[in-house]
């Protein structure tokens, strides 16, 4: 099998450990901040950070479009955490200033409410078990948002609670934690497969 080639879209966040990780399993890793960075890539890690700064800089800098149409070419998308926020085709909890409604992607088919955790337990550490994987994924929540609703072409693959932490839409891969901040790469190595497969 050929190296997998994805890209890091490194407008704000928590880009640089994705790009470790990935690099450490192999993988050649892109910088994404122009569309033109998205030549060539079979996947794309949406990284956590701040949701709104980050949507705001996909709108400037013109890569919504681009990273749509690299899923519809057979792209795959993994969005942590805020990157989740940004691939939902809904989000609860987005500020006054956006009138509500926050710049994103609006690819995956599930509801996502943001800083779902409350001030109290603003950041915690949890072993998962992962549907389909054998390991357990040490999972980092920092602010994290949940995924309230998942649609019917949307698999749940882990939950905290009983809350949506993890899912899958074929070549979209969505979850609230910080995967890149655990010990760890099973999650890295999913995706990884699932861009070789694009
Ligand atoms: N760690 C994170 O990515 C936090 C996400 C952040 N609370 C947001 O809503 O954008």
Redesign the pocket.
Known sequence: MTTPHVGVLALQ??FREHKHALERLGARVTEVRLPRDLDGLHGLVI????????GKLLVDYDLRNPIRDFHARGGALWG??????LLAREVH?APKQFGGVQPGLDLMDITVR??AFGRQVD?FEEHLHVQGLTEPVHAV?????IIERAGEGVDVLARHGDDIVLAQQGRLLACS??PELGDGDALHRHFLTLAQSA
Do not use: K, Y
């Not at 990284?47 to 980050?54: A, M």
């Open positions: 966040g928590a990284p956590g950070g701040e949701s709104t700064t980050i942590t955490c805020a990157g989740a926020i909890g943001r800083n950041s929540f920092i602010r994290a948002p934690f910080h």
